[in-house]
């Protein structure tokens, strides 16, 4: 599977963004899928996960309410829409597939580039 993580921006504090993530490969269906984010000096973060069918979905403590994920197996794609965005959100955001039960930094079997968010007060 390849992944491409798209979307991200320049947005003030408050407002929203949604990210894509376009992949590749005929086993799409068949993976968990997660976001991540990584702020300057800090390590890798799990943001959100999704299972296979879309049914089961897990988020991040400091994200809870505000972000959504979602996903389109008949188009390949992941999305994570990002609500009420903090300074604090700002990162480079990226997708990631692998198996729910291992969705952490280092459990994930495959990783798109990421993308840019910056959040300002």
């Known amino acids: 599977v390849q992944l491409q993580a798209s979307g991200g921006g320049l947005v003030l504090a408050g407002g929203s963004l949604r990210l894509s993530c376009a992949a590749t490969g005929h086993t799409f269906s068949s993976y968990a899928l997660g976001w991540f984010r990584q702020a300057p000096g800090k390590e890798r973060e799990f943001v959100a996960g999704i299972g296979w069918s879309g049914v089961i979905t897990r988020y991040a403590d400091s994200v809870k309410g505000r972000f959504t994920i979602a996903r389109d197996n008949a188009k390949n794609t992941l999305y994570l829409q990002m609500n009420s965005l903090k300074p604090e959100d700002t990162a480079v955001y990226y997708c990631?597939?692998?198996?729910?039960?291992?969705?952490?930094?280092?459990?994930?079997?495959?990783w798109g580039k990421g993308t840019q968010v910056t959040v300002s007060s």
């Open positions: 990631a597939a692998g198996s729910l039960q291992t969705m952490t930094p280092r459990g994930m079997d495959y």
